[in-house]
């Protein structure tokens, strides 16, 4: 199993992005997937994932900011990121849950300046 997070840059407070996390080795298809993300001295934390039959969840200081979709045609997951803030910077990892076992992409780094 295999996971590339892309997409991350340098934004201005109240402008977009979006990740992108290419997969490989498991049915993409099947599988619950989503986004975590780090800021500089804090823990890990959930940002917004989507299971197999769709049904997003999002944490709630993205929620109506961030989307999350997915393409199984391309087992790929997207982060669309709208009116970005200086507290979304963090190096953002998608995870995927396959056959109970997790795995992380290497992370992207969003950095949003005020």
């Known amino acids: 199993v295999q996971l590339q997070a892309s997409g991350g840059g340098l934004v201005q407070a109240g402008g977009s992005l979006r990740l992108s996390c290419t997969t490989s080795g498991f049915t993409f298809a099947d599988y619950h997937i989503g986004w975590f993300r780090q800021a500089p001295g804090k823990e890990r934390e959930f940002v917004a994932s989507?299971?197999?039959?769709?049904?997003?969840r999002y944490a709630d200081s993205v929620q109506g900011r961030f989307t999350i979709s997915r393409d199984n045609a391309k087992s790929t997951l997207y982060l669309q990121m709208n009116s970005l803030k200086p507290e979304d910077t963090a190096v953002y990892y998608c995870?995927?849950?396959?056959?109970?076992?997790?795995?992380w992409g290497q992370g992207t780094l969003v950095t949003v300046s005020s």
């Open positions: 989507i299971r197999s039959g769709r049904d997003p």
């Open positions: 995870k995927a849950n396959v056959q109970s076992e997790n795995y």
